[in-house]
């Protein structure tokens, strides 16, 4: 599969798109905000092919820019499988196409953050998902970042890519989801241990 022409020069968005026989899934990272200003992805031109899932998963991260403590970040994140039909008989029930979206660190690649995770399987299939995120990043400091979908599928597919351009954002209508730089890596469980008179705390 090849990707699509090149739109890079208007481009808010990147689109992976996944093909097994007449299904197809399409997964977008799209609307990277930062301070009032659009974050955009690495040019494509008309010569790149993908054929493998380590190449399209490079090319699904956004241009390295700067975090701090009081940045204004969003983006917005979508998966829509087409066909629900075509994709239900094309994938077996042992078969399954993971997605996440991921903040990392520019030049060490260390995970900082991440937003979604979610496994999409026969049976857990849906159409069509969309949400925004606002990201706190207070407590990140300052560093110099990437935000990238990340896929993982064992379903033996195909890939392309595409650039999303439009006139204006198109922020999905339910609004934010807030979220900590760390998201889903923050820790959501904490008590203090028993160790008077200087009680440490103990997370879990």
Same mark, same amino acid.
């Given at each position: ?29 799209? +609307?990277?905000?930062?301070?009032? =200003? ?8 008309? $010569?790149?092919?993908? &054929? ?26 979508? @998966?829509?499988?087409?066909?629900? &039909?075509? #994709? @239900?008989?094309?994938?077996? /029930? ?6 996440? #979206?991921?903040?990392?660190? =520019? ?7 991440? /937003?979604?995770?979610?496994?999409? $399987?026969?049976?857990?299939?849906? %159409?069509?998902? =969309?949400?925004? !995120?606002?990201?706190? $990043? ?6 110099? #970042? ?6 993982? =599928?064992?379903?033996?597919?195909? @890939?392309?890519?595409? +650039? ?22 923050? #820790? ?6 028993? %160790? /008077? ?5 103990? !997370?879990?």
């Amino acid at each position: 599969m090849q990707k699509s022409a090149n739109l890079a020069s208007n481009s808010i968005g990147r689109e992976g798109i996944i093909g097994k026989d007449e299904a197809k899934f399409f997964f977008s990272i799209k +609307d990277i905000m930062l301070d009032g =200003e659009i974050v955009a992805f690495a040019e494509l031109d008309d $010569t790149t092919a993908i &054929t493998n899932l380590s190449q399209l998963n490079s090319f699904l991260k956004s241009e390295p820019f700067y975090l701090s403590n009081n940045s204004d970040f969003s983006f917005s994140a979508s @998966y829509n499988c087409g066909d629900s &039909t075509k #994709v @239900y008989k094309a994938i077996s /029930y042992n078969s399954s196409v993971i997605i996440a #979206v991921e903040l990392i660190e =520019e030049g060490t690649g260390n995970l900082l953050g991440s /937003y979604l995770e979610k496994e999409i $399987t026969k049976q857990t299939l849906i %159409n069509f998902s =969309e949400a925004a !995120y606002k990201i706190n $990043t207070d407590g990140i400091g300052s560093k110099k #970042v990437r935000l990238q979908l990340r896929i993982e =599928e064992n379903v033996g597919a195909e @890939y392309a890519l595409a +650039d999303i351009s439009k006139s204006e954002l198109e922020l999905p209508k339910q609004g934010f989801v807030q979220s900590s730089y760390e998201g889903s890596l923050e #820790v959501k469980d904490y008590h203090l241990s028993q %160790n /008077y008179p200087n009680p440490r705390l103990r !997370y879990s």
